[in-house]
Protein backbone atom coordinates (compact mmCIF):
# COMPACT_ATOMS: atom_id res chain seq x y z
CA UNK A 1 0.00 0.00 0.00
CA UNK A 2 2.64 2.45 -1.09
CA UNK A 3 -0.02 5.46 -1.65
CA UNK A 4 -1.37 5.06 2.30
CA UNK A 5 2.62 5.12 3.35
CA UNK A 6 2.94 8.18 1.39
CA UNK A 7 0.03 9.86 3.14
CA UNK A 8 1.08 9.38 5.91
CA UNK A 9 4.69 10.83 5.00
CA UNK A 10 2.80 13.75 4.09
CA UNK A 11 0.72 14.26 7.06
CA UNK A 12 3.48 13.70 9.30
CA UNK A 13 5.70 16.89 6.88
CA UNK A 14 2.34 19.08 7.99
CA UNK A 15 3.49 18.91 11.74
CA UNK A 16 7.08 19.20 10.83
CA UNK A 17 6.48 22.36 8.91
CA UNK A 18 3.98 23.66 12.28
CA UNK A 19 7.00 23.06 14.47
CA UNK A 20 9.75 24.59 12.02
CA UNK A 21 11.99 21.42 11.56
CA UNK A 22 13.32 20.63 8.16
CA UNK A 23 13.09 17.21 8.99
CA UNK A 24 12.51 14.01 10.87
CA UNK A 25 15.16 11.71 11.84
CA UNK A 26 12.85 8.27 13.09
CA UNK A 27 14.35 5.75 14.84
CA UNK A 28 11.11 3.65 16.29
CA UNK A 29 10.61 0.69 14.11
CA UNK A 30 7.05 0.51 14.22
CA UNK A 31 6.90 4.15 13.46
CA UNK A 32 8.99 3.00 10.54
CA UNK A 33 6.74 0.42 9.75
CA UNK A 34 4.14 2.95 9.58
CA UNK A 35 5.74 5.39 7.84
CA UNK A 36 6.74 2.59 4.90
CA UNK A 37 5.69 -0.75 5.44
CA UNK A 38 9.15 -2.10 5.77
CA UNK A 39 9.13 -5.00 8.74
CA UNK A 40 13.20 -5.88 9.16
CA UNK A 41 14.34 -5.75 12.64
CA UNK A 42 16.69 -2.45 11.90
CA UNK A 43 16.10 0.98 9.90
CA UNK A 44 16.17 4.38 9.76
CA UNK A 45 14.04 7.22 8.42
CA UNK A 46 14.84 10.87 7.95
CA UNK A 47 11.91 12.94 6.43
CA UNK A 48 12.13 15.72 5.00
CA UNK A 49 9.54 18.65 5.42
CA UNK A 50 10.20 20.42 1.96
CA UNK A 51 9.14 17.34 -0.10
CA UNK A 52 5.57 16.83 -1.63
CA UNK A 53 4.11 13.24 -2.42
CA UNK A 54 5.42 11.81 -5.68
CA UNK A 55 8.41 13.55 -5.44
CA UNK A 56 10.32 12.71 -2.18
CA UNK A 57 13.90 13.03 -3.49
CA UNK A 58 15.15 13.87 0.31
CA UNK A 59 13.54 11.60 2.26
CA UNK A 60 16.01 8.54 2.55
CA UNK A 61 15.28 5.18 4.16
CA UNK A 62 18.14 3.32 5.42
CA UNK A 63 18.39 -0.72 6.41
CA UNK A 64 21.59 -2.85 6.48
CA UNK A 65 22.23 -5.69 4.03
CA UNK A 66 20.50 -8.31 5.26
CA UNK A 67 17.29 -6.65 4.25
CA UNK A 68 18.45 -5.51 0.55
CA UNK A 69 16.46 -7.43 -1.28
CA UNK A 70 13.23 -6.72 1.38
CA UNK A 71 13.64 -3.00 1.47
CA UNK A 72 13.52 -2.89 -2.76
CA UNK A 73 10.35 -4.78 -2.36
CA UNK A 74 8.57 -3.16 0.77
CA UNK A 75 9.87 0.32 0.77
CA UNK A 76 10.45 0.74 -3.28
CA UNK A 77 9.12 4.38 -3.44
CA UNK A 78 12.06 6.02 -1.48
CA UNK A 79 15.62 6.06 -1.67
CA UNK A 80 17.46 3.19 -0.05
CA UNK A 81 20.46 3.54 1.87
CA UNK A 82 22.57 0.37 2.74
CA UNK A 83 24.43 1.23 5.98
CA UNK A 84 24.55 0.09 9.19
CA UNK A 85 24.51 1.41 12.47
CA UNK A 86 21.43 2.93 10.36
CA UNK A 87 20.42 5.91 12.30
CA UNK A 88 24.05 7.06 12.46
CA UNK A 89 24.68 6.89 8.34
CA UNK A 90 21.51 9.31 8.11
CA UNK A 91 22.66 11.64 10.77
CA UNK A 92 26.30 11.61 8.86
CA UNK A 93 24.23 12.10 5.87
CA UNK A 94 22.09 15.37 7.77
CA UNK A 95 25.48 16.64 8.48
CA UNK A 96 26.59 16.34 5.28
CA UNK A 97 23.70 18.62 4.14
CA UNK A 98 23.77 20.80 7.29
CA UNK A 99 22.47 23.88 4.86
CA UNK A 100 19.02 21.85 4.54
CA UNK A 101 19.22 20.72 7.80
CA UNK A 102 19.20 23.59 9.73
CA UNK A 103 16.56 21.65 12.33
CA UNK A 104 16.03 18.13 12.78
CA UNK A 105 13.48 16.19 14.96
CA UNK A 106 14.58 13.00 16.76
CA UNK A 107 12.01 10.80 18.34
CA UNK A 108 13.31 11.54 21.75
CA UNK A 109 11.19 9.25 23.50
CA UNK A 110 13.26 6.28 22.36
CA UNK A 111 16.36 7.38 21.95
CA UNK A 112 18.79 7.29 25.12
CA UNK A 113 21.09 9.92 26.24
CA UNK A 114 23.88 8.35 25.25
CA UNK A 115 22.15 7.67 21.88
CA UNK A 116 21.15 10.95 21.39
CA UNK A 117 25.25 12.22 22.51
CA UNK A 118 26.03 10.08 19.25
CA UNK A 119 23.64 11.21 16.60
CA UNK A 120 24.33 14.56 17.52
CA UNK A 121 28.12 13.80 17.07
CA UNK A 122 27.20 12.42 13.56
CA UNK A 123 24.87 15.13 12.70
CA UNK A 124 27.63 17.56 12.79
CA UNK A 125 26.53 21.40 12.70
CA UNK A 126 22.37 20.38 12.23
CA UNK A 127 20.68 21.00 15.30
CA UNK A 128 18.84 18.12 16.99
CA UNK A 129 15.39 18.86 18.66
CA UNK A 130 13.56 17.14 20.95
CA UNK A 131 9.97 15.63 18.60
CA UNK A 132 8.96 12.99 20.79
CA UNK A 133 5.09 11.04 20.11
CA UNK A 134 4.53 13.24 16.60
CA UNK A 135 4.30 9.74 14.94
CA UNK A 136 2.58 8.30 17.61
CA UNK A 137 0.08 11.12 17.11
CA UNK A 138 -0.68 10.25 13.38
CA UNK A 139 -1.10 6.52 14.63
CA UNK A 140 -3.57 7.30 16.92
CA UNK A 141 -6.32 7.44 14.41
CA UNK A 142 -6.87 4.64 12.37
CA UNK A 143 -7.33 4.69 8.43
CA UNK A 144 -9.52 1.56 7.12
CA UNK A 145 -6.33 -0.09 5.80
CA UNK A 146 -5.63 -0.43 9.99
CA UNK A 147 -9.00 -1.33 10.86
CA UNK A 148 -9.41 -4.35 8.36
CA UNK A 149 -6.24 -5.77 10.03
CA UNK A 150 -7.64 -5.13 13.81
CA UNK A 151 -10.84 -6.76 12.53
CA UNK A 152 -8.94 -9.63 11.15
CA UNK A 153 -7.10 -10.36 14.24
CA UNK A 154 -10.31 -10.24 16.22
CA UNK A 155 -12.14 -12.32 14.24
CA UNK A 156 -9.17 -14.83 14.51
CA UNK A 157 -9.24 -14.73 18.23
CA UNK A 158 -12.83 -14.74 18.27
CA UNK A 159 -12.87 -18.15 16.55
CA UNK A 160 -10.07 -19.61 18.39
CA UNK A 161 -12.05 -19.33 21.68
CA UNK A 162 -15.08 -20.60 19.51
CA UNK A 163 -13.45 -23.20 18.94
CA UNK A 164 -11.59 -24.39 22.14
CA UNK A 165 -14.86 -24.33 23.68
CA UNK A 166 -16.72 -26.47 21.23
CA UNK A 167 -14.06 -28.91 21.45
CA UNK A 168 -14.08 -29.54 25.22
CA UNK A 169 -10.64 -27.67 25.41
CA UNK A 170 -12.17 -26.17 28.53
CA UNK A 171 -12.87 -28.42 30.68
CA UNK A 172 -11.81 -29.61 34.70
CA UNK A 173 -8.50 -31.81 34.57
CA UNK A 174 -6.70 -29.61 32.30
CA UNK A 175 -4.14 -27.02 33.48
CA UNK A 176 -3.97 -23.15 32.98
CA UNK A 177 -0.82 -23.62 30.26
CA UNK A 178 -2.53 -26.44 28.19
CA UNK A 179 -5.53 -24.17 27.38
CA UNK A 180 -3.10 -20.98 26.84
CA UNK A 181 -1.61 -22.74 24.42
CA UNK A 182 -4.36 -24.43 22.54
CA UNK A 183 -5.97 -20.59 22.30
CA UNK A 184 -2.57 -19.82 20.97
CA UNK A 185 -2.55 -22.48 18.48
CA UNK A 186 -6.23 -21.69 17.28
CA UNK A 187 -5.25 -18.48 16.68
CA UNK A 188 -2.39 -19.58 14.43
CA UNK A 189 -5.20 -22.07 12.85
CA UNK A 190 -7.57 -19.26 12.18
CA UNK A 191 -4.74 -16.48 9.96
CA UNK A 192 -2.89 -15.03 12.91
CA UNK A 193 0.61 -14.56 12.81
CA UNK A 194 1.06 -15.05 16.30
CA UNK A 195 -0.35 -14.05 19.66
CA UNK A 196 -0.42 -10.53 20.34
CA UNK A 197 0.82 -11.19 23.31
CA UNK A 198 1.63 -14.18 26.24
CA UNK A 199 -2.18 -15.16 26.84
CA UNK A 200 -3.22 -15.25 30.09
CA UNK A 201 -5.37 -17.88 31.22
CA UNK A 202 -6.39 -18.01 35.06
CA UNK A 203 -8.38 -20.31 36.98
CA UNK A 204 -10.53 -20.29 40.31
CA UNK A 205 -8.47 -17.33 42.78
CA UNK A 206 -6.32 -17.05 40.19
CA UNK A 207 -8.52 -15.08 37.91
CA UNK A 208 -8.48 -12.38 41.06
CA UNK A 209 -4.95 -11.65 39.91
CA UNK A 210 -5.29 -9.25 36.63
CA UNK A 211 -2.75 -10.21 34.79
CA UNK A 212 -1.96 -13.37 36.04
CA UNK A 213 0.87 -15.76 33.96
CA UNK A 214 -0.75 -19.25 33.38
CA UNK A 215 0.76 -22.07 35.00
CA UNK A 216 0.18 -25.91 35.85
CA UNK A 217 -2.70 -25.08 37.97
CA UNK A 218 -5.76 -27.39 37.23
CA UNK A 219 -9.29 -26.10 36.17
CA UNK A 220 -12.13 -27.73 38.48
CA UNK A 221 -15.77 -27.61 38.33
CA UNK A 222 -16.87 -23.96 39.34
CA UNK A 223 -14.20 -21.93 38.56
CA UNK A 224 -14.13 -18.55 37.01
CA UNK A 225 -11.52 -18.90 34.27
CA UNK A 226 -10.88 -15.99 32.57
CA UNK A 227 -9.14 -15.75 29.03
CA UNK A 228 -7.23 -12.53 28.36
CA UNK A 229 -5.61 -13.30 24.51
CA UNK A 230 -5.14 -11.73 21.27
CA UNK A 231 -4.17 -12.38 17.74
CA UNK A 232 -1.74 -10.64 15.11
CA UNK A 233 -2.47 -10.09 12.01
CA UNK A 234 -0.74 -7.53 9.29
CA UNK A 235 1.11 -6.67 12.57
CA UNK A 236 -1.87 -5.38 13.64
CA UNK A 237 -3.15 -6.36 17.65
CA UNK A 238 -6.47 -7.89 18.95
CA UNK A 239 -7.43 -8.00 22.62
CA UNK A 240 -10.13 -9.77 24.27
CA UNK A 241 -11.08 -11.25 27.80
CA UNK A 242 -13.87 -13.29 28.29
CA UNK A 243 -14.91 -14.86 31.87
CA UNK A 244 -16.48 -18.21 32.14
CA UNK A 245 -17.73 -21.08 34.74
CA UNK A 246 -16.97 -24.30 34.45
CA UNK A 247 -20.63 -25.85 35.13
CA UNK A 248 -22.70 -24.03 37.06
CA UNK A 249 -22.45 -20.95 38.19
CA UNK A 250 -22.84 -19.66 41.84
CA UNK A 251 -24.88 -16.50 43.18
CA UNK A 252 -21.92 -14.46 44.22
CA UNK A 253 -20.59 -15.39 40.37
CA UNK A 254 -23.36 -14.22 38.73
CA UNK A 255 -23.28 -11.13 40.94
CA UNK A 256 -19.56 -9.71 39.68
CA UNK A 257 -20.19 -11.01 36.42
CA UNK A 258 -23.56 -8.85 35.94
CA UNK A 259 -22.26 -6.33 37.54
CA UNK A 260 -19.20 -6.22 35.10
CA UNK A 261 -20.96 -7.06 32.22
CA UNK A 262 -23.04 -3.74 33.39
CA UNK A 263 -20.23 -2.00 33.57
CA UNK A 264 -18.78 -2.84 30.49
CA UNK A 265 -21.94 -1.77 28.36
CA UNK A 266 -21.88 1.58 30.31
CA UNK A 267 -17.97 2.39 29.16
CA UNK A 268 -18.54 1.71 25.29
CA UNK A 269 -21.92 3.60 25.57
CA UNK A 270 -20.05 6.50 27.15
CA UNK A 271 -16.87 5.99 23.72
CA UNK A 272 -18.14 8.75 21.62
CA UNK A 273 -16.58 11.54 19.07
CA UNK A 274 -15.35 14.26 21.74
CA UNK A 275 -15.42 12.56 25.14
CA UNK A 276 -12.86 12.98 27.14
CA UNK A 277 -11.01 9.68 28.44
CA UNK A 278 -11.06 10.01 31.84
CA UNK A 279 -14.99 10.69 31.26
CA UNK A 280 -15.52 7.28 29.36
CA UNK A 281 -13.46 5.38 32.55
CA UNK A 282 -15.89 7.55 35.04
CA UNK A 283 -18.61 6.36 33.26
CA UNK A 284 -17.90 2.51 33.66
CA UNK A 285 -16.28 3.16 36.95
CA UNK A 286 -19.56 4.10 38.86
CA UNK A 287 -21.54 1.27 37.86
CA UNK A 288 -18.49 -0.86 39.92
CA UNK A 289 -18.16 1.87 42.50
CA UNK A 290 -22.06 2.27 43.39
CA UNK A 291 -22.66 -1.36 43.73
CA UNK A 292 -19.94 -1.75 46.16
CA UNK A 293 -16.71 -2.86 44.99
CA UNK A 294 -14.83 -0.02 43.63
CA UNK A 295 -11.42 -1.09 45.41
CA UNK A 296 -11.90 -4.03 43.19
CA UNK A 297 -11.47 -2.45 40.37
CA UNK A 298 -7.79 -2.20 40.08
CA UNK A 299 -6.38 -0.95 36.72
CA UNK A 300 -7.85 1.80 34.02
CA UNK A 301 -10.71 0.84 31.80
CA UNK A 302 -8.73 0.43 28.39
CA UNK A 303 -6.07 1.66 26.31
CA UNK A 304 -5.27 2.28 22.00
CA UNK A 305 -4.36 -0.63 20.38
CA UNK A 306 -2.64 -1.16 17.04
CA UNK A 307 1.07 -1.78 15.95
CA UNK A 308 1.25 -1.97 19.60
CA UNK A 309 -0.96 -4.25 21.84
CA UNK A 310 -0.91 -0.80 24.52
CA UNK A 311 -0.95 2.50 23.13
CA UNK A 312 -2.60 6.07 23.41
CA UNK A 313 -5.25 6.81 24.39
CA UNK A 314 -5.36 6.12 27.67
CA UNK A 315 -8.84 5.20 28.83
CA UNK A 316 -8.01 6.18 32.79
CA UNK A 317 -8.00 8.48 35.36
CA UNK A 318 -4.44 9.25 34.61
CA UNK A 319 -5.07 9.49 30.57
CA UNK A 320 -5.18 12.74 28.57
CA UNK A 321 -7.18 13.85 25.70
CA UNK A 322 -10.36 13.35 23.93
CA UNK A 323 -11.39 10.53 21.90
CA UNK A 324 -11.50 10.44 17.74
CA UNK A 325 -13.25 8.89 15.40
CA UNK A 326 -10.96 6.12 13.67
CA UNK A 327 -9.33 5.27 17.24
CA UNK A 328 -9.45 1.92 18.26
CA UNK A 329 -9.42 1.32 21.96
CA UNK A 330 -10.48 -1.74 24.09
CA UNK A 331 -12.83 -1.27 27.19
CA UNK A 332 -12.20 -3.77 29.88
CA UNK A 333 -13.18 -3.25 33.69
CA UNK A 334 -13.30 -6.16 35.78
CA UNK A 335 -13.91 -6.85 39.51
CA UNK A 336 -10.86 -9.03 41.75
CA UNK A 337 -11.95 -10.54 44.97
CA UNK A 338 -8.69 -11.79 46.15
CA UNK A 339 -8.52 -15.43 47.12
CA UNK A 340 -12.05 -16.21 45.69
CA UNK A 341 -12.20 -14.67 41.83
CA UNK A 342 -12.30 -12.24 39.55
CA UNK A 343 -14.23 -11.05 36.17
CA UNK A 344 -12.67 -9.25 33.19
CA UNK A 345 -14.57 -8.17 30.05
CA UNK A 346 -13.09 -7.19 27.24
CA UNK A 347 -13.28 -5.49 24.12
CA UNK A 348 -11.72 -4.11 20.99
CA UNK A 349 -13.77 -0.98 19.37
CA UNK A 350 -13.27 1.26 16.45
CA UNK A 351 -14.91 4.33 17.52
CA UNK A 352 -16.70 6.06 14.50
CA UNK A 353 -18.92 9.13 14.16
CA UNK A 354 -22.31 7.63 15.71
CA UNK A 355 -22.22 3.98 16.94
CA UNK A 356 -18.78 2.44 17.95
CA UNK A 357 -17.90 -0.59 15.60
CA UNK A 358 -17.21 -3.64 17.83
CA UNK A 359 -14.69 -5.78 16.51
CA UNK A 360 -14.48 -8.82 19.21
CA UNK A 361 -18.14 -10.66 18.94
CA UNK A 362 -17.89 -13.20 21.23
CA UNK A 363 -20.52 -12.86 23.20
CA UNK A 364 -20.63 -10.96 26.90
CA UNK A 365 -23.76 -13.41 28.19
CA UNK A 366 -22.37 -15.66 31.02
CA UNK A 367 -21.06 -19.13 29.89
CA UNK A 368 -21.27 -21.66 31.73
CA UNK A 369 -19.13 -24.68 29.89
Known amino acids: MPETHVHRRHALRDQLRERELDAMLVTDLLNIRYLTGFTGSNAALVVHAA ?49 GHRRVGFESQHVTVDGRDLLAAAASEAELVRAPGLVEQLRLIKDETEIDALRMACAAADRALADLIAHGGLRPGRTELEVARELETRMLDHGAAGPSFETIVAAGANSAVPHHRPTDAVLAAGDFVKMDFGALVDGYHSDMTRTVVLGKAADWQREIYELVRASQAAGRAALAVDADVKAVDTAARKVIEDAGYGEQFLHGLGHGVGLEIHEAP ?22 YLAGQGGVRIEDTLVVRPSTPELLTLTTKELVEV
Not at 77 to 93: K, T
Not at 314 to 335: K, Y
Open 314 to 335: ALSQRGDGRIGAGMAVTVEPGV
Open 51 to 99: DEPGTESRTVFCTDGRYLIQAEAQVPDLERVIDRPSDLALAERIGADAA
